[in-house]
């Protein structure tokens, strides 16, 4: 087993596969069915409800200088109804997130946004499917995620229409004027209906305290038409923010405050509470400043219409903002309760019941139930009020606790699997016979030991395919836990066939270079200094032969470790820095002695000018693009015989490299390539081989170095923001093979070094193959335990991209080194007399 390379490539990228199949796996409690809200003689206190989002409008400004850039709104809330901010939980992935959050009472998770990203959004409930009635002046895509909602006919645009592209404040005035033709046509029919919701969209960027003046003169003439419309005194109102942007930037913090101003038919006046309180005047008079969750205000909008939340609701009911009676409230909040303990018990009966689990079982969500409807029984309304409401939060960290439940046991099993995995790699790396005796002794002692492995893998494996099945588990999450069962059960085979594996000891060096390479994710100097040693301990003979190429080889290898504790250069702009780089990559052969055939230069030269052109002047970018990915196509399709087939690629690579980079990094990468070069032929002319063993510890150390040395993973999402200035330009279409070219031409041309000067490590492809995925699986392991599906999109995104892009390495290796030895390697060279080459 594991003979061919397809297995050894199947094998490690099925533990990437269980990895994403981890982190992608959705967690909600799966369907639900709403709660009955029990028919009192009371009627809901509000008939309809309208909510007003103004994109981008902080609480700072809404507040600033006592509330006087909005002087129609304070008039108001001075005499009635609810001011205050509202913090949003999680970090906001998407720019729909904060809208689901706020009607449908539950916060998208990255892993949620990430699978609407590989398909379909499905649609979420929200309250908009509890409501009987339900219009909304909103865009497209916010229609597409809460499909219950009515567009009314007068609204004849698309995403605020057809050529309302100008000022933010036009696209408000637009929508007022839709709303308002609305109401004056045939709104009068709902004028005695119920559970009717209208949302309205006001978008725009952070309004200034001047141009609030106009945002809540706006609000205030909506609200003027509504009253006129339905003048029962029935309606409430909601003017809040969209909760803040997407974040992407690690120093993101969680203080994005949106104000909200909540009046109207249902909506309490509180004029003093302990806590938080706001300058509502000129005079310094203070009102109460009210904090809540934006599921809160989704418990709270329900209640106010006397529907039942949202299915996925995690919202709870703040208590004393409704104006109604107490056993109103009190009802509404042991309907919110119910919703959440609905949720709590869902998530229970998906986990196992026979293992630890949170503390809250069965038998309390029962007994709540029970002396809930004890105290509606007896009319103990203050009392259900209070334990409900005090009972909420308990819910809630039920929740959460089975929220990640799964997901830690099934990174643990991937981990053993990974284990079982290094050491099925280590008994492929084979060394030379044994004695016979010292074999005849290691195979009595393995076969016993053996037996009995094998024997407690199977039981181990009947045992837990038993525990699952008995306890329902998922079927995804079932064939995440058999995982280290396959693995393991092949690496047992393995043994069975008495592999002569390498001794510990010569796997010192091999496990000190991937814990150096593993360093270099955490900081970058940990590696500058490996490769500074690495590099110096393989031509330490050239110390003892000094020379005019040792010193410049020298030169080079202090000079690449001390640009690592420069600034990245990745991801950051910098023309000047640029232009050199190009003169470098055109003067980089002739400086190094190299005599290229007139094609060679008439394909480089007209390509780098192009990009001089296009940084000092750029009157034509799309030439350019077009330009670089033809010459991108001319290097990869392009295949010629030639005495110089290294050289020429190399220097083909170099110019093509230079195409990706916005400043120095081409410096520095045909730097770092240079040294190599050096310090091979000084090996050469030593006539010093390279075994399989040195080969991949030179294409591991110089790989990572070349990323590590001029940025990091995060630096790439610097790198993605100015991509339009490299001279591949942006498209939403290639904008990720620029980033992976970005990523693997260096490693192409530290191979392409290798392969031009030691043409016999072709025959080693296996060994090599088999060290890198034992290096790079060992690193893998440690770098998934740091994965994360919270924190900024540039944190998820960076560790994610660091584990997969460590896992697959070796099969980008392959990929590439086959590529090159077509370039470089050919056969019909090898066969050549070495004078001639």
Same mark, same amino acid.
């Given at each position: 087993?594991?003979?061919?390379?397809?297995?050894?490539?199947?094998?490690?990228?099925?533990?990437?596969?269980?990895?994403?199949?981890?982190?992608?796996?959705?967690?909600?409690?799966?369907?639900?069915?709403?709660?009955?809200?029990?028919?009192?003689?009371?009627?809901?206190? +509000?008939?309809?409800?309208?909510?007003?989002?103004?994109?981008?409008?902080?609480?700072?400004?809404?507040?600033?200088?006592?509330?006087?850039?909005?002087?129609?709104?304070?008039?108001?809330?001075?005499?009635?109804? &609810?001011?205050?901010?509202?913090?949003?939980?999680?970090?906001?992935?998407?720019?729909?997130?904060?809208?689901?959050?706020?009607? !449908?009472?539950?916060?998208?998770? $990255?892993?949620?946004?990430?699978?609407?990203?590989?398909?379909?959004?499905?649609?979420?409930?929200?309250?908009?499917?509890?409501?009987?009635?339900?219009?909304?002046?909103?865009?497209?895509?916010?229609?597409?995620?809460?499909?219950?909602?009515?567009?009314?006919?007068?609204? @004849?645009?698309?995403?605020?229409?057809?050529?309302?592209?100008?000022?933010?404040?036009?696209?408000?005035?637009?929508?007022?004027?839709?709303?308002?033709?609305?109401?004056?046509?045939?709104?009068?029919?709902?004028?005695?209906?119920?559970?009717?919701?209208?949302?309205?969209?006001?978008?725009?960027?952070?309004?200034?305290?001047?141009?609030?003046?106009?945002?809540?003169?706006?609000?205030?003439?909506?609200?003027?038409?509504?009253?006129?419309?339905?003048?029962?005194?029935?309606? *409430?109102?909601?003017?809040?923010?969209?909760?803040?942007?997407?974040?992407?930037?690690?120093?993101?913090?969680?203080?994005?405050?949106?104000?909200?101003?909540?009046?109207? @038919?249902?909506?309490?006046?509180?004029?003093?509470?302990?806590?938080?309180?706001?300058?509502?005047?000129?005079?310094?008079?203070?009102?109460?400043?009210?904090?809540?969750?934006?599921?809160?205000?989704?418990?709270?909008? @329900? +209640?106010?219409?006397?529907?039942?939340?949202?299915?996925?609701?995690?919202?709870?009911?703040?208590?004393?903002? /409704?104006? $109604?009676?107490?056993?109103?409230?009190?009802?509404?909040?042991?309907?919110?309760?119910?919703?959440?303990? $609905?949720?709590?018990?869902?998530?229970?009966?998906?986990?196992?019941?026979? #293992?630890?689990?949170?503390?809250?079982?069965?038998?309390? #969500?029962?007994?709540?139930?029970?002396?809930?409807? +004890?105290?509606?029984?007896?009319?103990?309304?203050?009392?259900?009020?209070?334990?409900?409401?005090?009972?909420?939060?308990?819910?809630?960290?039920? #929740?959460?606790?089975?929220?990640?439940?799964?997901?830690?046991?099934?990174?643990? *099993?991937?981990?053993? +699997?990974?284990?079982?995995?290094?050491?099925?790699?280590?008994?492929?790396?084979?060394?030379?016979?044994?004695?016979?005796?010292?074999?005849?002794?290691?195979?009595?002692?393995?076969?016993?030991? %053996?037996?009995?492995?094998?024997?407690?893998?199977?039981?181990?494996?009947?045992?837990?395919?038993?525990?699952?099945?008995?306890?329902?588990?998922?079927?995804?999450?079932? *064939?995440?836990?058999?995982?280290? !069962?396959?693995?393991?059960?092949?690496?047992?085979?393995?043994?069975?066939?008495?592999?002569?594996?390498?001794?510990?000891?010569?796997?010192?060096?091999?496990?000190?270079?991937?814990?150096?390479?593993?360093?270099?994710?955490?900081?970058?100097?940990?590696?500058?200094?490996?490769?500074?040693?690495?590099?110096?301990?393989?031509?330490?003979?050239?110390?003892?032969?000094?020379?005019?190429?040792?010193?410049?080889?020298?030169?080079?290898?202090?000079?690449?470790?001390?640009?690592?504790?420069?600034?990245?250069?990745?991801?950051?702009?910098?023309?000047?820095? %640029? #232009?050199?780089?190009?003169?470098?990559?055109?003067?980089?052969? /002739?400086?190094?002695?190299?005599?290229?055939?007139?094609?060679?230069?008439?394909?480089?030269?007209?390509?780098?000018?192009?990009? &001089?052109?296009?940084?000092?002047?750029?009157?034509?970018?799309?030439?350019?693009?077009?330009?670089?990915?033809?010459?991108?196509?001319?290097?990869?399709?392009?295949?010629?015989?030639?005495?110089?087939?290294?050289?020429?690629?190399?220097?083909?690579?170099?110019?093509?490299?230079?195409?990706?980079?916005?400043?120095?990094?081409?410096?520095?990468?045909?730097?770092?390539?240079?040294?190599?070069?050096?310090?091979?032929?000084?090996? /050469?002319?030593?006539?010093?081989?390279?075994?399989?063993?040195?080969?991949?510890?030179?294409?591991?150390?110089?790989?990572?170095?070349?990323?590590?040395?001029?940025?990091?993973?995060?630096?790439?999402?610097?790198?993605?923001?100015?991509?339009?200035?490299?001279?591949?330009?942006?498209?939403?279409?290639?904008?990720?093979?620029?980033?992976?070219?970005?990523?693997?031409?260096?490693?192409?041309?530290?191979?392409?070094?290798?392969?031009?000067?030691?043409?016999?490590?072709?025959?080693?492809?296996?060994?090599?193959?088999?060290?890198?995925?034992?290096?790079?699986?060992?690193?893998?392991?440690?770098? %998934?335990?740091?994965?994360?599906?919270?924190?900024?999109?540039?944190?998820?995104?960076?560790?994610?991209?660091?584990?997969?892009?460590?896992?697959?390495?070796?099969?980008?290796? /392959?990929?590439?080194?086959?590529?090159?030895?077509?370039?470089?390697?050919?056969?019909?060279?090898?066969?050549?007399?070495?004078?001639?080459?």
């Amino acid at each position: 087993m594991l003979d061919s390379t397809r297995s050894l490539v199947l094998f490690q990228l099925m533990l990437l596969f269980a990895v994403v199949l981890i982190y992608l796996r959705s967690t909600t409690p799966g369907s639900l069915e709403p709660q009955e809200v029990e028919h009192l003689k009371e009627p809901p206190p +509000a008939d309809r409800l309208v909510v007003l989002v103004r994109d981008g409008l902080s609480a700072q400004t809404f507040l600033a200088n006592r509330c006087t850039n909005v002087p129609l709104l304070r008039e108001h809330f001075l005499h009635q109804g &609810l001011v205050g901010i509202s913090r949003p939980e999680t970090i906001t992935y998407h720019s729909i997130s904060p809208y689901i959050s706020l009607f !449908s009472g539950f916060n998208e998770d $990255a892993a949620s946004v990430a699978r609407g990203w590989l398909g379909k959004p499905a649609s979420i409930d929200s309250i908009f499917d509890r409501c009987k009635r339900s219009f909304a002046w909103t865009t497209t895509e916010l229609i597409s995620r809460f499909p219950k909602i009515e567009r009314p006919r007068e609204l @004849s645009f698309e995403t605020y229409g057809e050529g309302i592209t100008k000022s933010c404040s036009e696209m408000e005035d637009f929508v007022c004027r839709s709303v308002q033709r609305f109401l004056g046509g045939g709104s009068r029919l709902l004028l005695n209906s119920t559970g009717v919701i209208f949302f309205i969209h006001m978008t725009g960027v952070e309004p200034s305290c001047e141009s609030l003046q106009r945002i809540q003169e706006n609000v205030w003439r909506l609200y003027k038409s509504f009253e006129n419309t339905f003048p029962d005194q029935k309606t *409430a109102y909601l003017f809040t923010s969209n909760l803040g942007d997407p974040q992407t930037k690690s120093e993101y913090t969680l203080a994005v405050e949106s104000p909200f101003f909540l009046w109207g @038919s249902g909506v309490n006046h509180i004029k003093s509470m302990p806590g938080r309180s706001f300058a509502a005047n000129e005079t310094g008079f203070r009102l109460p400043l009210h904090v809540l969750n934006p599921p809160h205000l989704t418990a709270l909008m @329900s +209640a106010l219409l006397g529907v039942p939340p949202p299915v996925y609701s995690r919202g709870m009911l703040p208590k004393g903002m /409704l104006n $109604a009676s107490l056993r109103y409230e009190a009802n509404a909040m042991l309907t919110n309760a119910k919703q959440l303990l $609905a949720q709590a018990r869902r998530l229970r009966e998906l986990h196992p019941k026979r #293992m630890p689990a949170f503390w809250l079982n069965f038998q309390m #969500m029962d007994n709540f139930l029970k002396e809930s409807l +004890a105290l509606q029984k007896q009319r103990r309304f203050r009392a259900l009020l209070d334990y409900s409401c005090n009972y909420m939060p308990v819910l809630i960290k039920g #929740m959460d606790y089975f929220k990640d439940y799964y997901r830690h046991v099934s990174v643990m *099993a991937v981990s053993f +699997a990974g284990i079982a995995w290094i050491y099925c790699l280590r008994c492929h790396l084979t060394v030379g016979k044994k004695s016979r005796n010292q074999m005849e002794i290691q195979e009595v002692i393995s076969s016993k030991r %053996l037996v009995y492995a094998r024997g407690f893998h199977r039981l181990l494996t009947v045992v837990l395919v038993i525990i699952m099945m008995l306890e329902r588990i998922p079927l995804v999450v079932q *064939a995440i836990l058999l995982v280290p !069962s396959l693995y393991w059960r092949t690496t047992l085979k393995i043994l069975g066939e008495k592999p002569k594996m390498v001794c510990r000891k010569s796997l010192i060096s091999t496990t000190l270079l991937a814990l150096i390479c593993l360093g270099g994710f955490f900081r970058r100097y940990i590696l500058a200094v490996g490769y500074l040693g690495f590099a110096s301990y393989k031509n330490r003979e050239a110390f003892k032969r000094r020379g005019l190429q040792f010193y410049l080889w020298l030169l080079l290898l202090l000079g690449l470790t001390v640009v690592s504790a420069l600034p990245e250069s990745l991801g950051c702009s910098q023309p000047g820095a %640029l #232009m050199f780089s190009i003169f470098l990559t055109l003067l980089g052969p /002739l400086a190094c002695g190299v005599y290229l055939n007139p094609l060679t230069w008439l394909s480089n030269i007209p390509v780098l000018l192009a990009a &001089l052109e296009y940084i000092l002047i750029g009157w034509h970018p799309w030439v350019m693009y077009l330009v670089s990915w033809i010459y991108l196509g001319f290097c990869a399709l392009w295949q010629r015989r030639n005495l110089q087939a290294s050289e020429v690629f190399f220097f083909n690579l170099s110019t093509l490299y230079t195409l990706t980079c916005t400043s120095y990094e081409s410096v520095v990468i045909q730097m770092l390539a240079m040294e190599l070069q050096l310090a091979l032929r000084m090996k /050469l002319k030593r006539n010093e081989s390279i075994g399989p063993k040195t080969a991949a510890h030179y294409i591991l150390v110089y790989s990572w170095y070349s990323l590590f040395v001029i940025g990091s993973f995060p630096a790439f999402d610097d790198f993605l923001d100015i991509l339009h200035e490299t001279c591949f330009g942006y498209s939403p279409l290639t904008y990720g093979l620029v980033m992976v070219l970005k990523l693997i031409l260096p490693w192409l041309l530290v191979l392409s070094i290798l392969a031009g000067n030691y043409k016999n490590l072709a025959s080693n492809e296996r060994e090599i193959f088999v060290r890198l995925l034992l290096m790079n699986s060992a690193m893998s392991l440690v770098l %998934l335990h740091g994965i994360t599906n919270v924190g900024p999109w540039r944190e998820i995104l960076s560790r994610f991209a660091e584990f997969a892009v460590v896992q697959v390495f070796p099969l980008v290796w /392959l990929l590439l080194w086959r590529f090159t030895q077509l370039k470089v390697g050919s056969k019909w060279m090898s066969q050549l007399p070495n004078e001639l080459l």
